[in-house]
């Protein structure tokens, strides 16, 4: 298996900003995609933006400019950096991971059990 620990989340001001980490661990030979999913109180949850292994990245378009995402290979972990955070910026943040484990054809997917982001305005 696979475990995905978030870090970072926590209650700020508008404007500010915050830095969330996930440290993948358990049983897998690697680690394809990774990234960030968030859910606000009441709707579907969303993209915000993943990384491959080669370092390619994606983000949501109202991401953009704002959130950046990054990935320690060696570390197996991701991490977003958010900056000017707004209101509506509000979730549970997710970490999110593609690996590959030895002995099974292809890629599983994986969550973390979620970090609060509060932003106050």
């Known amino acids: 298996q696979v475990q995905l620990v978030e870090s970072g989340g926590g209650l700020v001001q508008a404007g500010e900003s915050l830095r969330l980490s996930c440290a993948a661990s358990?049983?897998?030979?690697?680690?394809?995609?990774m990234g960030w999913y968030r859910q606000a109180p009441g709707k579907q949850r969303e993209l915000v933006a993943t990384a491959t292994r080669g370092g390619s990245t994606t983000y949501a378009d109202s991401m953009k400019g704002r959130f950046t995402v990054s990935r320690d290979i060696v570390k197996n972990t991701v991490y977003l950096q958010m900056i000017n955070l707004k209101a509506e910026d509000t979730a549970v943040y997710y970490c999110n991971a593609q690996a590959r484990r030895l002995g099974v054809v292809g890629t599983r997917e994986y969550w973390g059990q979620g970090t609060q982001v509060t932003v106050s305005s």
């Open positions: 358990g049983s897998f030979f690697s680690i394809d995609d």
